[in-house]
């Protein structure tokens, strides 16, 4: 059976209709849509555990864990990871929370992440899931200023009021 013929008055109600899907964002307030290639994700246990005995910086949002790769490795590119434990919150909350790690991860390692290296993002209890994310930019692009400065930091010294 062949479907009747649209006629003028359907044909010019349906594009007066709103599209089915509705973009939040403006095109220009966010970065251009990296290819595929450009971020590989990690996913085995021992390149999270490698990251975690390498270079960390702390921020208001998430942990940062990064550390330069070997030769002898086969990957290219830049690596990232993402985790959260259950301090963040329930399954949903700590899919929130990995959600906008990831989403920063893509707007911002693609250029300020070296080649070479592999990243791993740590939510925290709230603050991933509840910062506004302008300052979560921002407190990636300060996290990987100080993991790539050269310039030997002063080693803590122990707080003898401490036990």
Not at 23 to 46: D, F, G, W, Y
Not at 71 to 76: I, K, L, R, W
Request: glycine share 4%; charged share 30%.
């Amino acid at each position: 059976m062949t479907p009747p013929e649209a006629t003028e008055a359907r044909v010019t109600a349906a594009e007066d209709t709103a599209p089915a899907v509705l973009s939040c964002a403006t095109p220009s307030s966010h970065a251009p849509v990296m290819p595929p290639q450009a971020l590989t994700i990690l996913s085995k246990r021992a390149d999270f555990l490698k990251a975690a005995r390498a270079k960390r910086q702390g921020t208001s949002g998430f942990l940062l864990q990064a550390r330069k790769r070997t030769e002898d490795e086969s990957a290219v590119g830049v690596r990232v990871g993402f985790t959260c434990s259950k301090k963040v919150g329930n399954a949903v909350a700590r899919n929130r929370a990995k959600r906008r790690l990831r989403e920063i991860a893509r707007l911002t390692l693609a250029d300020l992440g070296e080649t070479g290296w592999d990243y791993v993002l740590i939510g925290k209890a709230r603050d991933t899931a509840e910062r506004p994310f302008e300052l979560m930019l921002k407190d990636l692009r300060y996290a990987l200023r100080r993991v790539h400065d050269e310039t030997p930091r002063p080693a803590r010294t122990p707080d003898p009021s401490r036990p």
